[in-house]
């Protein structure tokens, strides 16, 4: 055991300075099931837990950060080129150590944050208030996505996609308004290049931002514009 910790901390050192992050949980991936097999060809079982908590601690547990942060292949990356395999390697072998799944999720949590302030905050989506909320949903879908296919559509991580989408979606004032003139939108123009289960999907997931919304009564106060004027016209 104590070779076997020495082994894997020098071999986790030289991995992470030469390998992208999907490459080095790949490696990670690769040695834990080695070790197992190895274990049922030479070894008394008793000995596997206590081999692969040295394995988790060397391998996994002491480069969680830097595999996050990394720079062009880190979970960022990961998560804006829709990389849904290394996510789910990255969540199941986080998984494995105290700690790393609430590492993963308030890093998940973190980019999202600043992927939608981006968005809500940007002068040039605010002139078009329908295509900026077709922007909205596109990102929820993404990361709906990722959180259904990477991550086991863990609660937890559930949870925390609500939290950032609630953050940044209230950081611009205009977003109630915006989210009716686009509902608004959809129902003037009813089932004109879209049949009625595609007009309801639209309109359910018009309702998962309303969620988001703090100030339901903006919204409310807009609608009822919107709401009014569709009845005179």
């Known amino acids: 055991l104590e070779r076997t910790t ?76 829709n990389r849904y395999d290394d996510l789910r390697r990255m969540y199941v072998l986080f998984k494995r150590v105290e700690g790393g799944a609430d590492l993963l999720r308030s890093a998940m949590k973190e980019h999202i944050q600043n992927a939608g302030k981006a968005l809500v905050l940007d002068p040039e989506r605010g002139k078009d208030p329908v295509e900026y909320i077709r922007a909205l949903l596109a990102e929820k879908e993404k990361f709906n996505t990722i959180v259904s296919r990477s991550f086991s559509n863990d609660k937890t991580f559930v949870h925390a996609l609500g939290s950032a989408f609630e953050h940044f979606i209230n950081l611009n004032a205009r977003s109630p308004e915006y989210l009716s003139l686009f509902i608004d939108d959809r129902l003037k123009k009813g089932t004109k290049g879209a049949n009625e289960d595609e007009i309801e999907a639209i309109l359910d997931s018009a309702i998962t931002l309303f969620r988001f919304i703090q100030e339901k009564d903006v919204f409310e106060k807009y609608y009822k514009q919107h709401l009014a004027k569709r009845l005179l016209g």
């Open 6 to 81: 020495e082994f894997y901390a020098a071999e986790a050192q030289e991995k992470i300075a030469s390998s992208s992050a999907p490459a080095y949980l790949e490696h990670v991936e690769k040695r834990l099931k080695e070790e197992v097999e190895r274990v049922g060809a030479y070894l008394d079982a008793s000995t596997e837990e206590r081999l692969t908590a040295a394995m988790d601690k060397e391998l996994i547990a002491g480069e969680m950060k830097t595999l996050i942060e990394m720079e062009g292949s880190g979970l960022s990356s990961m998560l804006d080129h």
